[in-house]
């Protein structure tokens, strides 16, 4: 088998002992087999059940304690892990299975479903069924969102993005899907011109990986409609997915 980077997976037989490094696809797995992982990261919050060791954070595990754990199989994303921890536990004998920075839905949805359905032999579920045809369709635009997912300094979702996708296939266009970064870091005072100039209209502020609330965050962009959201929907390729097209309707609607 290989990964998403065309990296070789050589397991034996199902992986019986998974450490997974990504808190979605730890959602993904704890509930598509549960008692499959035996550790995860600080930041693996779902299923609140999870009952694993913990390994430290996402970039920066304690691969020490991953070895420890003897898992047949560690699971880690392009995007949120770093090469060289991903390297070190191959060069100790560890296979490593690497999902793809997802750009869109079905994107992501493909990945986990590769991972979970060869790398890990579990039977499609259900959610994910569900997940699909839930974000199937994309309809037509009807707000232009400039989407911030960090503060001092400004950080705003860009170009292919996953989070972008959620939010297009919810009719919200996003306001710098056209930057040449996927993660462009504008003063506020160029946030606030393209809300003032008409170019966006709603500014949405996830919990995630920057906490924004209705004290803190809303503030900056006086007499602009702010909608906060809960970031698990917009980034998370995992069960989440299929309560998030409503929630998150809920909370873009006008």
């Not at 693996?44 to 047949?72: A, F």
């Not at 993005?161 to 504008?186: C, E, I, K, Q």
């Not at 990986?209 to 959201?229: I, K, Q, S």
């Amino acid at each position: 088998m290989v990964d998403d980077l065309g990296e070789p997976v050589p397991v034996a037989a199902s992986p019986e002992r998974v450490v997974s490094l990504v808190p979605s696809l730890t959602d993904a797995i704890e509930t598509s087999r549960p008692g499959l992982l035996v550790g995860a990261t600080d930041y693996c919050t779902h299923p609140p059940s999870l009952d694993v060791t913990r390994v430290g954070g996402s970039k920066y595990p304690r691969v020490d304690d991953v070895l420890t754990l003897r898992p047949d199989l560690v699971v880690a994303n392009a995007e949120e892990n770093r090469p060289e921890d991903v390297e070190r536990l191959r060069a100790d004998g560890i296979p490593v299975w690497v999902t793809t920075a997802a750009a869109t839905v079905p994107e992501g949805l493909g990945s986990v479903r590769r991972l979970l359905t060869q790398g890990l032999s579990i039977a499609e579920p259900q959610w994910l069924v569900e997940a699909e045809d839930v974000w199937r369709d994309v309809p037509p635009v009807r707000a232009t969102a400039i989407v911030p997912v960090w503060r001092r300094p400004w950080v705003v979702v860009g170009r292919d993005t996953f989070a972008g996708d959620v939010l297009r296939r919810l009719g919200v266009a996003n306001a710098y899907a056209g930057d040449r970064d996927r993660y462009p870091r504008p003063k506020l005072d160029a946030l606030r011109a393209r809300l003032d100039d008409g170019e966006a209209d709603l500014v949405v502020l996830p919990d995630e990986p920057y906490e924004f609330t209705a004290t803190d965050g809303p503030e900056a962009f006086p007499g602009a409609r702010c909608a906060l959201v809960v970031g698990r929907y917009l980034t998370w390729c995992g069960p989440s997915l299929v309560e998030a097209h409503a929630a998150l309707t809920d909370a873009l609607v006008d």
